[in-house]
């Protein structure tokens, strides 16, 4: 599940192309508009969106989602907050990646650009990303893993930004089929 540009939901579908056992069956986003979902198209990945109505008052996406019978739902950049629904149907199930080492910087508000401007303006010596199951607070769920990357005194928030990135597509996906083969 994804909102925006869809990078991470790039590698995980790129990693995943040509690892046996494994698929991405389906890409939600509740922005029909998003990049991600140009391309998933391009790796012949079904994809959905929905709207707000869609998403929390009735149980279409729920459905759509119980009927796919996921081993995980990951979230990659997806802004909406989960409905404790889906945490109930999907224990355990539902995972997030956060752009920066938990349980700093979380939080409701704190994503993209604001992350990184609070972690250069507490002159933070590193940052890195969080990988962790989704509960009912944002950023708040049991952590799965984090990765660092060094903050250097010249880092601005672009140059930030593309260490955090570099570091979640090489990570996320390796983490995500980490998850899938312990649980089997
Ligand atoms: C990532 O930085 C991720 O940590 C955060 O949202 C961003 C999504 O970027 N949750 P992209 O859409 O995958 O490029």
Not at 16 to 41: C, E, H, Y
Not at 146 to 151: E, G
Request: with cysteine; proline share 4%; aromatic share 10%.
């Amino acid at each position: 599940m994804a909102s925006g540009q869809g990078s991470n939901a790039q590698a995980i579908m790129d990693y995943f192309s040509d690892r046996p056992g494994v698929s991405v069956s389906l890409v939600l986003s509740n922005n029909k508009n998003a990049n991600v979902l140009t391309i998933a198209r391009d790796y012949g990945i079904k994809t959905v969106s929905f709207n707000r109505n869609e998403f929390y008052q009735s149980d279409k996406i729920l459905d759509l989602l119980v009927g796919e019978a996921p081993d995980l739902i990951v979230l990659a950049g997806f802004m909406w907050k989960v409905p404790e629904k889906f945490l109930l149907a999907f224990p355990r199930k539902i995972i997030n990646i956060h752009p920066a080492l938990l349980p700093k910087y979380g939080g409701k508000g704190m994503y993209g650009k604001r992350v990184h401007r609070a972690v250069l303006a507490n002159g933070e010596k590193k940052s890195g990303i969080s990988i962790h199951y989704c509960n009912a607070d944002y950023d708040k769920g049991k952590l799965i893993d984090q990765f660092k990357t060094p903050v250097a005194v010249e880092d601005d928030v672009a140059s930030l930004s593309t260490k955090i990135k570099t570091l979640e597509h090489r990570n996320y996906a390796k983490v995500i089929d980490q998850l899938l083969f312990s649980k089997s």
